[in-house]
């Protein structure tokens, strides 16, 4: 079964960083769109970035994390990671990661979902 699995998450103050990795369990990322959501309790899931398949282009949606995540795809160990700096408390959601057919922030258009990790956010 096509499955994603996500790590990294944690604790982590205001100010501080997180790595989160995405990997395939039975596929290699290579191939595959893979884009990032989140999800904060009593909130809709919501688009925060996504890398293409052919040329590597990224693409990030809310304003808020613009210049904070960088999305990046390490082929050697077929992992999508999501750098997280510059954390604020209003980051605290579970992180998702997906894979699509082309890079949207809409989850309809997503597929292997992976359980998600736990960031939050707080001092």
């Known amino acids: 079964q096509v499955q994603l699995v996500e790590s990294g998450g944690g604790l982590v103050q205001p100010g501080g960083s997180l790595r989160l990795s995405c990997a395939g369990s039975?596929?290699?990322?290579?191939?595959?769109?893979i884009g990032w959501f989140r999800q904060a309790p009593g909130k809709e899931r919501e688009g925060v970035a996504c890398?293409?398949?052919?040329?590597?282009?990224?693409?990030y949606y809310p304003e808020s994390v613009k210049g904070r995540f960088t999305i990046s795809r390490d082929e050697a160990n077929d992992t999508v990671y999501l750098q997280m700096n510059s954390l604020k408390p209003e980051d605290t959601a579970i992180y998702y990661c997906?894979?699509?057919?082309?890079?949207?922030?809409?989850?309809?258009?997503?597929?292997?979902w992976g359980r998600g990790t736990q960031v939050t956010v707080s001092s």
């Open positions: 997906a894979t699509a057919a082309y890079c949207s922030d809409i989850d309809y258009g997503y597929s292997a």
């Open positions: 039975g596929f290699t990322l290579d191939y595959y769109v």
């Open positions: 890398i293409s398949k052919l040329d590597g282009s990224t693409f």
